[in-house]
């Protein structure tokens, strides 16, 4: 019961939308418009409700279960922290400057591959979503991934319509400013961890 009341004490709006921004930036869905229309050219159909389930529930379970694997492989969370920061400034570098990222593969199912997996809950979320964890609360990431999993249900759900609306000046341009926001985050994830983990060495 303290457990409960534990994580939900720790709710925080700031944290929320700060927490958001970035899952928003790295999942980059706004910018993986034209990979979905693609997708859903060859196959006819995106199972939306089933895509957004299936990423949600694989970020979710990250988030709890990410630091057990880890520590079966002899990991700490700052370690992962800092390695996570090095993928989103590469995620950043390449959003900023314009650079294709493969997101996805050729499949005949549009729902779990390549939609939920590797599209939206791919390496660069995952990575992210463990990474958040050393600097916000669970139950603010919990609620940002949340919020995050309708405007992809929403754009899944509505990709055509939105790319057409939106055009690809708009999405290039939304591209490199979300590439400056994980930018700042990657260095900030970089500089709060990596003093601790040099401290656990000089312990050691």
Do not use: C
Request: glycine share 8%; no cysteine; net charge positive.
């Amino acid at each position: 019961m303290n457990n409960i009341t534990s994580f939900f004490s720790e709710f925080s709006i700031n944290q929320i939308g700060a927490v958001f921004a970035v899952l928003f930036a790295v999942i980059d869905i706004l910018g993986s418009i034209p990979i979905i229309v693609s997708i859903r050219s060859k196959v006819g159909h995106i199972q939306s409700e089933k895509a957004t389930v299936a990423a949600g529930l694989l970020l979710i379970s990250f988030l709890f279960f990410g630091t057990k694997i880890l520590g079966l492989v002899g990991v700490d969370v700052q370690s992962f922290a800092v390695a996570g920061a090095f993928v989103i400034f590469i995620i950043a570098i390449e959003m900023i400057l314009g650079i294709e990222i493969q997101k996805g593969v050729e499949s005949n199912s549009a729902s779990i591959v390549p939609i939920a997996f590797p599209l939206v809950a791919g390496a660069g979320s995952l990575t992210t979503v463990l990474s958040l964890r050393s600097q916000f609360s669970d139950i603010n990431i919990v609620i940002a991934i949340l919020l995050n999993m309708l405007i992809v249900y929403l754009v899944l759900k509505f990709a055509g319509r939105l790319e057409k609306w939106l055009g690809p000046g708009v999405l290039s341009v939304l591209k490199k400013v979300f590439g400056v926001i994980l930018l700042s985050i990657a260095i900030k994830l970089f500089t709060s961890n990596i003093g601790a983990l040099f401290m656990n060495e000089i312990k050691i």
